[in-house]
């Protein structure tokens, strides 16, 4: 490898560790984090970091892995492993920042480091396509800006590389000092200054002397005066400062924003002569990125003709992976945006966790790694596409078609994208999940487009990290050992169906429920294997019950003696879950039938009963709060009886969403958690802590100007009394938006601008009221998302989000992000 490596020796002593047993030689050239994926475990590292989860109890699995390299604060283990080097530090992400630290400054590469509240990642990626023809780069993968995420991208740093560009994120007082030891950047740019992260500041002034620490060093700082009004000029940061700006004096001074046809052109002052420059987007953020990157690119010293030639080639960067419905029942997960190991390995981790197709292939371009041999690359792939799982292989372009020798696997090569075109037809894909992963040259858009379904203009998107932290958000609520089941009935709440329970199977859930039986069929023929609670179990599918291991919930003794007769004489112990009622009274056995209830069960050894619970009817609601604890009370002493005869133990359960956030006392032995899941939780205010899974798009279909007296719609219900304009979207009540939001009453966002409907809603779709904006066919629209929440339209109509969201109708197409 020419990647930097360190003796363990050497590594002790960048930890400056006084006492330190070495049990085995080891050159370090991996750090790991993440005992799951180990490529090279003789040459790699181990971090028990204290994360979400302790590390610590993950440094059995990394030992069986092969990792004999170990970095830990417990000293509980300093010897539990003989043959293990276990380097003991006070804190290990500390360590690994100084690891990283000493990996940056063992080469004199240019860097430049980007802080600010919006843009770091665009710009960074942006600099990366603008400056990449002229010097090697290594720069941050994704958004890996966080004290860890800047510490794994500095280790990447090797001798090849003679510019690195790299963001820092804060969102606390004090976290950027780390962050600029390590970077210690050259050339410092400050995007801008929001509102991100404004709560964790006392003002914006703290917050932008937080992020200036990390220029504190730099020798050319480019910066808007916008946004460092509050600070004097003389106190700002860099020998030498480059600034823009649209409002006021500045080295490049913006006179003019033209928009024509979907891309700007913009003019400027620069050393007293008018430049200008293309910037091939429309929206308002790209524009700003791209003035930051244009002052870049002139304050390093390249002509305006220069940087107008190169600013226009840039190209949209869209950091997320995206599942979609391919062609031949196949999943796809698209991701051309960059082609380098780090993010390859990322994707991977996302192919390996889709269990829906026991196949899975990778179309992966050449990897644009300037400077690495070709083996070593290739060489190291293999390895990566072994320990992932990958089971076939399509390589495009020379460089890995010369590296064929190398794969293990089912593999075929094509020397360009156009030859895979070419032979596109002789290429079968049939009921297996495809990962494209190509350089941006490569063009795999025009891949992507052979192999997924075409989506209709109308989606729901699903980020499946906001659903993770959510459900990590519950997580942390709950007492040690207390387990989780996921409520995924109605598909995910509307969400999804596998997709959802994959991720939630991938977090380690202990139970998922479904309310009906073909909803656990569907989840496990798409691979998903924990146990699956079914909760309204018709006695017509018992046969397929049991065929897909199901778990039925028995809600009275008439289905508990049908289920009984069902099951062969043979069978023993199949899992049943008890429905208590306790006040709901919808279903579930009263406390007068438990006798008869024991009596059955005690008679038959075919099933155990694997828990018993009941549902909390108010628990968001403080008006209800002394029904809750009476529930509770009920349950509690009806699961007692139970207990007293059944003599062995089952889970308790009685907690929902808002019983978790807002009932600590109800956690029992397990929470079921839904709602929560997908953002919303009426037991907190405003879903504090919370994030967005769920956006719901559309797009305009046409866009008409409207007299005074003419009508829109059906029945003559809409109209515009001063004339005006109208905008047809193309979602409608069979798509889940109700008619109830006709008329005014539903509102949509166009270019961030609120909206609201006129006349009826229509089958398929309505009509918007956009007199006075600047509006076109093509347009997307927004349903909803963070801004003008689910919550929001469920307050409009009347209703609640639960309804809002399992409304959307199956034909609206789901597209899964992972970041
Ligand atoms: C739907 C459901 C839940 C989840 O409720 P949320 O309020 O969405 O968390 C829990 N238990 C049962 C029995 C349910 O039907």
């Not at 994926?37 to 994360?51: D, G, N, Q, R, Y």
């Not at 003679?162 to 963001?167: T, V």
């Not at 297996?432 to 487009?449: C, D, M, Q, V, Y």
Request: charge should be negative; proline fraction near 3%.
């Amino acid at each position: 490898m020419n990647n930097s490596s360190f003796s363990i020796g050497q590594i002790a002593d960048i930890f400056e560790l006084k006492s330190f047993d070495q049990k085995t030689k080891a050159i370090i050239d991996k750090l790991v984090i993440d005992s799951r994926i180990v490529t090279a475990p003789e040459s790699s590292l181990f971090f028990a970091l204290k994360a979400k989860r302790d590390g610590h109890t993950f440094i059995e699995d990394a030992y069986r892995n092969g990792i004999r390299n170990f970095v830990i604060s417990d000293p509980g283990y300093l010897s539990a492993y003989p043959d293990a080097n276990m380097l003991m530090v006070e804190d290990v992400l500390r360590a690994l920042q100084q690891l990283a630290r000493a990996n940056r400054t063992q080469y004199a590469l240019k860097v430049i480091g980007i802080t600010g509240s919006n843009g770091k990642t665009i710009v960074k990626e942006w600099l990366y396509q603008l400056l990449a023809a002229d010097f090697n780069i290594i720069r941050s993968p994704k958004s890996f800006n966080s004290q860890l995420g800047v510490a794994l991208s500095l280790w990447e740093i090797d001798a090849q590389h003679n510019l690195g560009i790299f963001e820092a994120g804060i969102s606390k007082p004090n976290e950027m000092d780390a962050l600029a030891d390590m970077i210690r950047p050259e050339i410092g740019i400050l995007t801008n200054l929001g509102e991100a992260h404004a709560e964790g500041f006392a003002s914006n002034l703290e917050k932008l002397k937080e992020k200036l620490k990390l220029f504190k060093h730099v020798k050319l700082f480019i910066y808007s005066p916008d946004y460092t009004q509050e600070i004097d000029k003389q106190a700002l940061p860099g020998k030498r400062r480059f600034s823009w700006s649209i409002r006021q004096e500045a080295d490049l001074r913006i006179l003019a924003v033209e928009p024509i046809e979907g891309q700007n052109q913009i003019r400027a002052i620069y050393k007293h002569a008018e430049i200008e420059c293309l910037i091939p987007f429309s929206d308002r953020a790209s524009i700003e990125n791209g003035i930051i990157c244009w002052a870049t690119l002139l304050a390093l010293g390249y002509t305006p003709q220069e940087a107008d030639v190169r600013l226009a080639k840039l190209t949209r960067v869209s950091m997320r992976l995206e599942l979609k419905n391919g062609i031949n029942q196949c999943s796809v997960i698209d991701d051309s945006y960059s082609a380098d190991i780090p993010s390859l390995a990322i994707a991977l981790d996302f192919l390996n966790l889709q269990n829906q197709h026991d196949k899975r292939t990778l179309i992966l371009s050449d990897l644009h790694e300037t400077g690495k041999d070709n083996e070593f690359l290739y060489a190291e792939i293999a390895a990566l596409l072994k320990q992932k799982n990958v089971s076939r292989l399509i390589g495009i372009g020379p460089n890995i078609t010369a590296a064929a020798h190398l794969f293990e696997l089912e593999a075929v090569f094509f020397d360009s994208t156009q030859s895979f075109i070419a032979n596109f037809p002789a290429v079968h894909f049939n009921n297996e999940t495809i990962l494209l992963k190509g350089a941006r040259k490569f063009e795999f858009e025009r891949i992507s487009k052979l192999i997924t379904q075409k989506i209709h203009d109308t989606v729901l998107q699903i980020d499946l990290n906001a659903l993770a932290g959510n459900l990590q958000f519950y997580r942390n609520k709950l007492r040690p050992g207390v387990k989780v089941m996921a409520m995924v009935k109605a598909f995910s709440y509307g969400s999804g169906s596998f997709e959802i329970a994959n991720l939630l199977q991938y977090h380690k859930v202990d139970y998922l429920a479904v309310a009906y039986t073909d909803e656990g069929i569907a989840l496990r023929k798409g691979g998903i294997s924990v146990p699956i609670m079914v909760m309204s179990p018709e006695p017509s599918a018992f046969d397929a019950i049991v065929r897909y291991k199901l778990e039925p919930e028995i809600y009275n003794l008439d289905i508990l003696e049908r289920f009984l007769d069902f099951l062969d004489a043979g069978t023993t112990d199949y899992p049943i879950h008890l429905k208590i009622d306790t006040g709901m009274h919808r279903l579930g056995f009263e406390e007068a039938e438990l006798a008869d209830l024991l009596k059955v069960l005690s008679a038959s050894n075919r099933v155990k009963v694997a828990s018993a619970f009941s549902h909390l009817v108010g628990s968001d609601d403080e008006i209800h709060d002394d029904f809750t604890s009476y529930q509770l009370r009920r349950f509690t002493a009806m699961a007692d009886e139970l207990s007293a005869v059944l003599q062995y133990p089952f889970i308790r359960h009685i907690s929902n969403t808002s019983g978790v956030s807002r009932h600590p006392e109800a956690q029992l032995d397990m929470v079921r958690i839904g709602i929560g899941l997908y953002g919303f939780d009426g037991g907190l205010a405003g879903n504090r802590g919370l994030q967005t899974v769920a956006v719901l798009k559309t797009t305009v279909t046409q866009v008409k100007p409207i007299k005074a007296a003419e009508t829109i719609g059906y029945s003559r219900k809409g109209s515009l009394p001063n004339g005006g304009l109208i905008a047809t979207v193309k979602i409608g009540y069979a798509d889940g938006y109700s008619r109830a939001f006709g008329n005014g009453v539903g509102k949509m966002l166009i270019n961030g601008k609120a909206v609201s409907t006129v006349g009826v809603i229509c089958m398929d779709m309505c009509m918007l009221d956009v007199t006075g904006l600047d509006v076109k066919a093509g347009d997307e629209v927004i349903v909803f998302n963070e801004k003008l929440t689910i919550a929001d339209l469920a307050n409009q109509i009347g209703t609640i989000p639960y309804e809002i969201l399992t409304n959307i109708s199956q034909r609206v197409k789901r597209v899964y992000f992972y970041e």
